[in-house]
Nanobody, 125 residues
Framework: QVQLVESGGGLVQAGGSLRLSCAAS????????MGWFRRAPGKEREFVAA????????YYADSVKGRFTMSRDKAKNTVYLQMNSLKPEDTAVYYC??????????????????WGQGTQVTVSL
């Protein structure tokens, strides 16, 4: 199994930046991809970004493209989400996820087997 722990959430002003981290442990050698999802108050969980573990190919939701950047450090078994130009609508609990199996899409939450506990991001006006 794989354990995921997010960190780096907090309170920032609109226009500010924040970097989230997700550290993976356990049986991580077979990881195919990792993703970030978020759930805003009263909303369904939505896709934010994903990265393939081997090649580092990234995918982004249209709402964050150009503002957020996902990266990975394979030696540390850690992925990051650099969030710039934050908006109040980015306020949400952000979740890290991982999948062991090759997928033809990484934007669906059902494609991921492992999930972190979430970290709160609050963007104020």
């Amino acid at each position: 199994q794989v354990q995921l722990v997010e960190s780096g959430g907090g309170l920032v002003q609109a226009g500010g930046s924040l970097r989230l981290s997700c550290a993976a442990s356990g049986r991580t050698f077979s990881t195919y991809a990792m993703g970030w999802f978020r759930r805003a108050p009263g909303k369904e969980r939505e896709f934010v970004a994903a990265i393939t573990w081997s090649g580092g190919r990234t995918y982004y939701a249209d709402s964050v493209k150009g503002r957020f950047t996902m990266s990975r450090d394979k030696a540390k078994n850690t992925v990051y989400l650099q969030m710039n130009s934050l908006k109040p609508e980015d306020t949400a609990v952000y979740y890290c996820a991982a999948t062991d199996r090759r997928r033809n899409t990484l934007v669906e939450d059902i494609m991921y087997e492992y999930w972190g506990q979430g970290t709160q991001v609050t963007v104020s006006l």
